[in-house]
């Protein structure tokens, strides 16, 4: 079912239809045009852009925001000044981050692609992935993120990890510096390993949140540890 889909099923039955927005961002994609009703973000990442504040939000109409705020307010989550400051900053840059990301995922798949260690690269701008049709006609751009599955599995992705030198081993993304992960041992570790399978997570799969840096230097780094 496509996005669009699921808002329209939900207006026709009746319910609040929610969407998290936090690795598309409002520069990709603006659910509101498309019939959600809420949208949510993780404003730790994209929107503040420099992995030092811990932050969301909630968009959507006044009737639907009101009934988070009462929420809230009752639990007491209220960001402090400076992290708001960091926070209003961050955003002024978005547009601009998030086209160098976009750019930068792309070429770096491509590059990746073809290198003879790698089994398998997953980037919705591959023409090759399943939903690049989709994508292409939904989304501004084809995101910052990236993942991939080595030929030599689960100790190559190992030693892949501890070899690159320019990205971080860590989870989060949307930040200026590159980070690495396998989402088997963070993210999805919460998962039965039949649930991770059911979501194409293989135990081999390295995530990858692009930053900031040039992006033939992180080519670089990439082809070298997998070399
Ligand atoms: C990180 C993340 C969250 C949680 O946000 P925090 O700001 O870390 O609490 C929710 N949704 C998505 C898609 C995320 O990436």
Do not use: W
């Not at 598309?24 to 659910?31: S, V």
């Amino acid at each position: 079912m496509a996005l669009p889909e699921v808002a329209r099923f939900a207006k026709a039955h009746g319910l609040i239809s929610i969407i998290d927005n936090t690795l598309a961002t409002p520069i990709l994609f603006r659910p509101a045009e498309h019939g959600f009703d809420l949208i949510v973000h993780s404003a730790t990442k994209y929107l503040n852009g420099h992995s030092d504040i811990v932050a969301g939000a909630v968009a959507g109409s006044a009737k639907h925001v009101a009934l988070v705020k009462h929420k809230v307010d009752h639990f007491g989550g209220s960001l402090d000044p400076h992290a708001c400051f960091l926070l209003h900053r961050g955003l002024k840059t978005l547009a601009l981050r998030m086209r160098h990301q976009c750019a930068s995922a792309l070429e770096i798949a491509t590059a990746l692609a073809r290198l003879p260690a790698v089994k398998r690269v997953h980037h919705a701008g591959l023409p090759d992935h399943r939903d690049h049709a989709r994508a292409k006609q939904l989304l501004g751009g084809l995101g910052g993120m990236l993942a991939f599955e080595l030929e030599a599995g689960v100790a190559g992705a190992t030693r892949f990890l501890e070899r690159m030198r320019l990205p971080a081993h860590a989870p989060s993304l949307g930040g200026p510096e590159t980070l690495a992960t396998r989402p088997a041992t963070t993210s999805h570790a919460g998962l039965s390993p039949e649930a991770r399978a059911r979501q194409g997570i293989t135990d081999d799969l390295i995530r990858i949140s692009i930053g900031l840096e040039a992006t033939e230097d992180l080519i670089e780094d990439f082809t070298a540890a997998l070399s």
